[in-house]
């Protein structure tokens, strides 16, 4: 009796325990169907934008022609019509702008039967780029695009259409950085290394033609016939052809041999301080002036008239804006003549005495060196420290 009457006890229980798994059992089913089910729809919309995206970078090649387009690396982030503004002078020109994930084109409409076309006029690699607005005088709404292989000046439609794309270009930017770890800050202001750690890696941004009369290293005005403008390729600035009778390899342009100014070839060939001996690398370093920021400093000769000389003390400190402090002794506290350098043009004499001049509206600064070694490694950081704030 006791043993029948277990049993039932025991059916009771299995009896009990079934309903309850099988109603877990249709619970957990239904999750993982749901799970599934959303992994498929997440996994359609993926193939869904992927197909989209690879449709659109189709017809851009089919406009452009540029193979590399059809990349599934690529991502589009927007198109648009910009007046680009010449390096030369102020005029404008229509171009179309494609923005990818990697990189800019820039391009010009052509004659087409079969729907819009494009001329590719030039890639720039979002790698280094950079982008800030501009202001100019004779147009509104500028942005400019710098990068290895070209600087662009662009004006755009509107505050907002100018916002958009600056706005646009910075996060592709900042996601290209961010991806390739780089961390750069993309407004970082330049110091005094820069400017020729970069000098020939990027292109510059030109001065413009009609904003100078004269030569910007001989200070010769220019003229239509015997004297006409040239650009440096290495720093943009307008020269006549006898500054400019030079030739580097520049690395934006695909090392190809360009013209340069005298400064910008000491530069990139490799003149400066390569043959400074020890005497002349402690003169450059000595720190006379503690509570300055002292860029370069070493005795030389200087004069009105290239007649009268008198030894001085010069130093170069990092101020802003630049001067030439001409002390004359090391220790003094005052100098005998400050020399605003932004206002100056800064001229190599060639004959006699290694010599160069700061010439100002009504004075003519000249220093000689002791020699030609010496007066490059002045001349190329005078000139540095005028780029800096331009």
Not at 299 to 306: A, F, K, N, P, V
Request: with cysteine; charged share 30%.
């Amino acid at each position: 009796m006791e043993q029948g009457n277990e049993r039932p006890a025991v059916n009771d229980m299995e009896t009990d325990t079934t309903p309850r798994r099988s109603r877990f059992s249709c619970e957990w089913t239904k999750e993982s169907t749901v799970d599934e089910r959303t992994k498929m729809h997440l996994g359609a919309e993926e193939n869904r934008d992927e197909k989209e995206s690879l449709k659109r970078l189709l017809e851009i090649y089919e406009m452009v022609g540029e193979e590399e387009v059809v990349n599934p690396a690529n991502e589009f982030l927007k198109e648009g019509r910009l007046l680009k503004l010449a390096a030369r002078n102020a005029s404008a020109m229509e171009r179309h702008l494609f923005l990818f994930n990697n990189f800019l084109l820039c391009c010009s409409a052509k004659f087409s039967l079969v729907g819009q076309r494009f001329t590719v006029r030039c890639r720039i690699g979002v790698e280094d780029m950079k982008v800030h607005q501009t202001t100019n005088e004779d147009h509104l709404y500028t942005f400019q695009i710098s990068g290895k292989e070209k600087t662009l000046e662009l004006q755009a439609s509107s505050e907002q259409d100018r916002d958009e794309w600056t706005e646009v270009i910075q996060g592709a930017i900042d996601m290209f950085q961010k991806k390739n770890e780089t961390f750069k800050m993309a407004s970082k202001e330049l110091n005094m290394e820069e400017p020729a750690k970069e000098l020939g890696r990027r292109a510059p941004r030109w001065i413009r033609d009609n904003e100078v009369t004269v030569c910007m290293m001989c200070q010769e005005p220019f003229n239509a016939l015997t004297r006409r403008r040239h650009h440096c390729r290495a720093c943009g600035y307008v020269v006549c052809w006898k500054c400019s009778d030079n030739k580097v390899s520049l690395e934006y342009d695909g090392n190809k041999l360009n013209k340069v100014c005298k400064a910008c070839y000491s530069i990139l060939t490799g003149q400066r301080g390569e043959r400074m001996d020890r005497k002349k690398r402690r003169m450059l370093e000595s720190d006379t002036h503690p509570g300055q920021d002292i860029i370069m400093s070493s005795y030389l000769q200087y004069g009105e008239h290239s007649m009268i000389w008198q030894q001085v003390w010069c130093v170069l400190p990092g101020t802003d804006p630049p001067v030439l402090q001409v002390y004359t002794t090391p220790q003094d506290e005052k100098p005998l003549v400050t020399v605003p350098l932004l206002s100056c043009v800064i001229e190599e004499l060639l004959h006699g005495q290694h010599c160069f001049c700061l010439k100002q509206s009504r004075t003519c600064h000249i220093f000689s060196c002791e020699d030609s070694d010496l007066k490059q490694n002045w001349l190329t950081v005078l000139k540095l420290s005028v780029m800096r704030n331009l």
